[in-house]
């Protein structure tokens, strides 16, 4: 299996702080990786597709980068309605996903 | 719009099968590319993929579960029918299923509410 690695596990933050989520995979995966984000009680929604794709409704100041083995997620200016903990997934082979990253208010 | 549902017992025995039903519309399981799966998240825990069925019945499981699970899918009722043997406490988890978009490069774009499983005697 294809091993994600999420840093950092857990991030305090601030409204209006730029914030990046790294993922890191056990082998190069192309650009097979999205992103999610979790809010407590909910179902995961997609925010990224294929490393960088900006999934439909998704606010603009979510953006994807990377390819091969690493990547990162970034928020440009958090906001109260983005505190919440967010995946990665890798789809090259056997799906899996990554640990979390939890993102709470400073 | 795509929905999907998902439902089945809320607590089972450990030893027991495990039946869970996702009931989907806005799609259908006959169109080529077609797909959907099955993820769990233990209480506090992160997401675990459990398993995917295609159009053609292509079916791919987690390698760590496959002993214990089977993918079936019912064109006609909209269903994806998933079943995992021998459960066991370290099982209770949240299940959801998950559509995997064509056009966002089978990610899942759209997912259940999911449904909260507990093994207990």
């Known amino acids: 299996d294809i091993q994600m690695t999420q840093s950092p596990s857990s991030l305090s933050a601030s409204v209006g702080d730029r914030v990046t989520i790294t993922c890191r995979a056990s082998?190069?995966?192309?650009?097979?990786l999205n992103w999610y984000q979790q809010k407590p009680g909910k179902a995961p929604k997609l925010l990224i597709y294929a490393a960088s794709s900006l999934q439909s409704g998704v606010p603009s100041r979510f953006s994807g980068s990377g390819s091969g083995t690493d990547f990162t997620l970034t928020i440009s200016s958090l906001q109260p309605e983005d505190f919440a903990t967010y995946y990665c997934q890798q789809s090259y082979s056997t799906i899996t996903f990554g640990q979390g990253t939890r993102l709470e208010i400073k | 719009q795509i929905t999907l549902k998902e439902s089945g017992p809320t607590l089972v025995k450990p030893t027991q099968t495990l039946t869970l039903t996702c009931t989907f519309s806005g799609f259908s399981l006959s169109t080529s590319g077609v797909g959907v799966g099955w993820i769990r998240q233990p209480p506090g825990k992160a997401l675990e993929w459990l398993a995917l069925i295609y159009w053609d019945d292509d079916k791919r499981y987690s390698p760590s579960l496959k002993s214990r699970l089977t993918i079936t899918k019912d064109t006609s009722k909209n269903q994806v029918v998933l079943t995992m043997t021998n459960m066991d406490p370290v099982d209770t988890a949240t299940y959801y299923c998950?559509?995997?978009?064509?056009?966002?490069?089978?990610?899942?774009?759209?997912w259940g509410q999911g449904t909260m499983v507990t093994v207990s005697s």
């Open positions: 998950a559509h995997p978009g064509i056009a966002v490069g089978r990610a899942f774009d759209i």
């Open positions: 082998q190069s995966i192309s650009s097979y």
